[in-house]
């Protein structure tokens, strides 16, 4: 029940011209965030005729999503739309409060390359080694990829560690330093900074070409240390959106091996898989999603690279199952570059768009968040997807920040001038 202030501001409000109403809305939504005493005035706003701020859907009260209530007029929102069709809901007048428009956010990746010796051969039946081949693909990438993207470079193993001592301690494991030299193994052997910081693709691209261009494959895989050392660099980084790792290995990580076949114990500090997958899973509880590139000659650790995209919250399909292998992304022998140059660029644009900042504060719930794409042809409501087919979802645990995923994220981009209104206080609707 309106109170009679209010039932004299809506009485008043007929009394204006359209244009007028409608350009004052629309300056009222333009704000990054409608003052509380505004939010009253949104909530009789709902209520006109000619505007667009659709609050509320019809429905069977059945918790299923309504028809939904749309407009002819255009307003703060555009022309038209239709806000309550095909989710679980609609919008409710008495809970729709706040609107600010979204701001969309790069991304910051790293890139944690495996360059173990395995890395300077051909895949089998190829001639160019896969070296050559990662490097041609990433240069590719960072060419094509958003200049605003920001992207760095963590490439592992240093290549400090004396293999070769290593062998001998293998021979002799009593022999001088052996028992350090095996528990070691070079499973640490990795840069603590990347080596090519992480920046805009605009700034730093150059220097990631020509870092690749003069290095090359030796030494093991400590992947281990790889991700514990290449999470660290990723949150002392001052990232404006979401923070990635991108892991590309062409084979099983050096893992601590106990004692065997008359060989002494060794890798004491590469842990197991189990240590990397717990690894990958911290990270993205503290908001860092990992993508696993499994290049020729790792198909034998298939499952355990797709337990570790699950676990960074990037399996290329909702439905895989690590057991199968198919929730990372495996590269084949046959078109090896044509094939990573396509997956780096999937990837980058995944990372690059569609991401937008939530408003924070006290009062702000992540349940009662809606969100609009404001097109020349009107609004269009997006629906909370979880499966990331079409819709969108937070972006990690935090909540702060949330991605529009296929047609969705299509239709964001089909035009220049597309907006994102994020709509806060009403009931999220989900898909």
Known sequence: MLSSATRGLAQATRSVPTGHLLGWTARLARRTMLRPTYALITLVLCALPLTALHCSATGDGDGTGGAGTSSSGTGAFGSGGTFG??????????????STYGNEVPGSLLIVLDKSGSMSDPP??????????????INSMVVSASPTLEVGLLAYPEGN?????????????????????????GCKDVATAAHVPIEPLSANGAAINSWLSQNSATGNTPTWWAL????SILLGHQALGQRFALLMTDGEPTLYTPAFGGFPEMFNDCGGETDIESEVLAAANNGIATF???SPGSEGAAPFLSQLAVNGNTPKDPNCTPAAGNCHYQIG?????QELETVLQEIAGVIADCIFDVPQGEDIDPN???IVIETPNGPVQIYKDPSHQDGWDYTDPTQTKIQLFGPACDLYKAQTGNTITIILGCQTVLR
Not at 85 to 98: P, R, T, W
Not at 124 to 137: L, P
């Open 85 to 98: 069709n095909g989710g679980s809901g609609g919008f409710s007048a008495e809970k729709c409060g706040e």
């Open 124 to 137: 089998e039946g190829g001639s160019t080694t896969k070296w050559s081949s990662t490097v041609a693909a």
């Open 161 to 185: 560690f004396d293999d070769l001592a290593l062998v001998g301690c293998m021979m002799d494991p009593n022999g001088p330093n052996c028992p350090a030299i095996l528990a070691d193994g």
């Open 228 to 231: 514990k050392n290449g999470y």
């Open 292 to 294: 696993v590139i499994g």
């Open 333 to 337: 022998t046959t078109n090896f570059q």
């Open 368 to 370: 009662l968040v809606n």
